[in-house]
Nanobody, 124 residues
Framework: QVQLRESGGGSVQAGDSLRLSCAAS????????MGWFRRAPGKEREFLAA????????YHLDSAQGRFTISRDNAKNTVYLQMNSLKPKDTVVYFC?????????????????WGQGTQVTVSS
């Protein structure tokens, strides 16, 4: 089974940028869609972005469009989330996940394997 490990989170100022990484180990992720989600305390996981197995198709949450960009490097077995113009409301835990299918989708139920998450804190 694949193991996913997020990194790149931290504490930043409003307007700053961060790039989250999700490194996979155990086997290649190149045939699976990957997604990024986030969860605020006491709330359900929220879809942010997804990318198809080959990177050809991406989906982003409407409210994140233009600020958050998902990408992947299958040679490195890694998925990224570039986050720009961060806002205090982006302060939550971010998770990456591997989809059960090759094509990207926004349904959290279609993601079978999850990382432990990385905290992002944005101060005003």
């Amino acid at each position: 089974q694949v193991q996913l490990r997020e990194s790149g989170g931290g504490s930043v100022q409003a307007g700053d940028s961060l790039r989250l990484s999700c490194a996979a180990s155990g086997r290649p992720i190149s045939t699976y869609a990957m997604g990024w989600f986030r969860r605020a305390p006491g709330k359900e996981r929220e879809f942010l972005a997804a990318i198809s197995y080959n990177g050809a198709i991406t989906y982003h949450l409407d409210s994140a469009q233009g600020r958050f960009t998902i990408s992947r490097d299958n040679a490195k077995n890694t998925v990224y989330l570039q986050m720009n113009s961060l806002k205090p409301k982006d302060t939550v835990v971010y998770f990456c996940a591997e989809g059960s299918f090759s094509w990207a989708n926004m349904n959290v139920k279609d993601y079978a394997c999850w990382g432990q998450g990385t905290q992002v804190t944005v101060s005003s």
